[in-house]
């Protein structure tokens, strides 16, 4: 079983930055890849950006595309979420999930395990 932890969310004004931090801990040498997912109010669950362990390959959602960035230090089991120029609209809490097996890192159901989230306020 992996635990994650995130880190890094708050209140930020429109057009500012944030980084957010998911640090991994128990099998971790077991997983493919991390990913990052948002939930805002009323709304569902949906993809954010994700990298594989091994290769660093990214994957990011079109509305985050330019603005965010993933990135993962192997040596620390740590993922991080870059995000820039941020919109009222990227409010949410965020989670980091642990993705054990090969394929898409872009569906929420296929993850294995899920961190507690942290919240994403930007203000207009």
């Known amino acids: 079983q992996v635990q994650l932890v995130e880190s890094g969310g708050g209140l930020v004004q429109a057009g500012g930055s944030l980084r957010l931090s998911c640090a991994a801990s128990g099998r971790t040498f077991s997983s493919y890849g991390m990913g990052w997912f948002r939930q805002a109010p009323g709304k569902e669950r949906e993809f954010v950006a994700a990298?594989?362990?091994?290769?660093?390959?990214?994957f990011y959602a079109d509305s985050v595309k330019g603005r965010f960035t993933i990135s993962r230090d192997a040596a620390k089991n740590t993922v991080y979420l870059e995000m820039n120029s941020l919109k009222p609209e990227d409010t949410a809490v965020y989670y980091c999930?642990?993705?054990?097996?090969?394929?898409?890192?872009?569906?929420?159901?296929?993850?294995?395990?899920w961190g507690q989230g942290t919240q994403v306020t930007v203000s207009s």
């Open positions: 990298i594989t362990w091994r290769t660093g390959t990214t």
């Open positions: 999930a642990e993705k054990r097996t090969l394929g898409s890192l872009r569906n929420d159901r296929d993850y294995d395990s």
